[in-house]
């Protein structure tokens, strides 16, 4: 190639270089924010007696009469990603709700449950909801050979990623759900950590952060 046919290819490179827009889009997942600050409960409302702390930067729910007792946000989601979490550190049910309200003054919840419970067998990360009827039961279970996923009593990543009336729930990097439902009962609602009847509950939850995907 000729000298000349070198120095005007190289001139139209920084042409064009200099006519790319200034503003680079954003990278992949940059819409992902924190539910919580580490700090306090900002943002979330206890319902029900049940204890909620927050100490190293950790929420720490724990059972201390025999109702049920959630920490639920402030503000409602629709379609979203959420990533977080949790640790058992006794005995005893949890679970994390969305799509979820509660009736005036009750601990009664309408919603969806993804499924935490530090019994092997117990089908951690199976769905267990509200139907169009007014009946509520399990949704969908782990497949068999996955229950034994979740770490009894050490900390779980859990990601729960809600599309439409699909369902995806993925714990410890391992598939365990994807679920589609053909007639959801609630699309929106808050998201709400908790803590089962019984008194048994002793959760802890960090890192929880949520992509909103309603808000794209």
Same mark, same amino acid.
């Given at each position: 190639? =000729?000298? /000349?046919?070198?120095?005007?290819?190289?001139?139209?490179?920084?042409?064009?270089?200099?006519?790319?827009?200034?503003?680079?889009?954003?990278?992949?997942?940059?819409?992902?924010? $924190?539910?919580?600050? %580490?700090?306090? !409960?900002?943002? @979330? =409302?206890?319902?029900?007696?049940?204890?909620?702390?927050?100490? &190293?930067?950790?929420?720490? %729910?724990?059972?201390?009469?025999?109702?049920? %007792?959630? !920490?639920?946000?402030?503000?409602?989601?629709?379609?979203?990603? /959420?990533?977080?979490?949790? =640790?058992?550190?006794?005995?005893?049910?949890?679970?994390?709700?969305?799509?979820?309200?509660? =009736?005036?003054? $009750?601990? &009664? #919840? !309408?919603?969806?449950?993804?499924? #935490?419970?530090?019994?092997?067998?117990?089908?951690?990360?199976?769905?267990?909801?509200?139907?169009?009827?007014?009946?509520?039961?399990?949704?969908? @279970?782990?497949?068999?050979?996955?229950?034994?996923?979740?770490?009894?009593?050490?900390?779980?990543?859990?990601? #729960?990623?809600?599309?439409?009336?699909?369902?995806?729930?993925?714990?410890?990097?391992? &598939?365990? #759900?994807?679920?589609?439902?053909?007639?959801?009962?609630?699309?929106?609602?808050?998201?709400?950590?908790?803590?089962?009847?019984?008194?048994? %509950?002793?959760?802890?939850?960090?890192?929880?952060?949520?992509?909103?995907? $309603?808000?794209?």
């Amino acid at each position: 190639m =000729k000298p /000349l046919a070198v120095l005007l290819l190289a001139m139209a490179a920084t042409l064009g270089l200099a006519q790319q827009p200034k503003t680079r889009p954003r990278p992949p997942a940059s819409d992902w924010v $924190s539910l919580f600050n %580490g700090k306090d !409960l900002t943002n @979330w =409302k206890p319902v029900g007696h049940e204890r909620w702390t927050v100490e &190293d930067g950790v929420i720490h %729910g724990q059972g201390v009469s025999k109702e049920y %007792g959630y !920490l639920a946000t402030e503000k409602p989601y629709k379609d979203f990603h /959420l990533s977080l979490r949790f =640790k058992c550190d006794a005995a005893g049910n949890s679970g994390v709700f969305f799509h979820s309200s509660f =009736k005036p003054n $009750s601990v &009664d #919840i !309408l919603g969806v449950q993804a499924e #935490i419970d530090p019994v092997i067998g117990h089908h951690t990360a199976g769905l267990y909801g509200d139907f169009v009827d007014g009946t509520a039961g399990w949704m969908v @279970w782990p497949a068999p050979e996955n229950e034994t996923v979740i770490r009894p009593y050490e900390w779980n990543e859990m990601l #729960i990623r809600v599309e439409g009336n699909r369902i995806r729930v993925r714990l410890n990097s391992v &598939d365990m #759900i994807d679920f589609t439902n053909p007639r959801p009962a609630f699309t929106e609602g808050v998201i709400a950590l908790q803590l089962h009847s019984g008194g048994e %509950g002793n959760m802890r939850f960090k890192d929880l952060l949520i992509r909103d995907l $309603s808000a794209h």
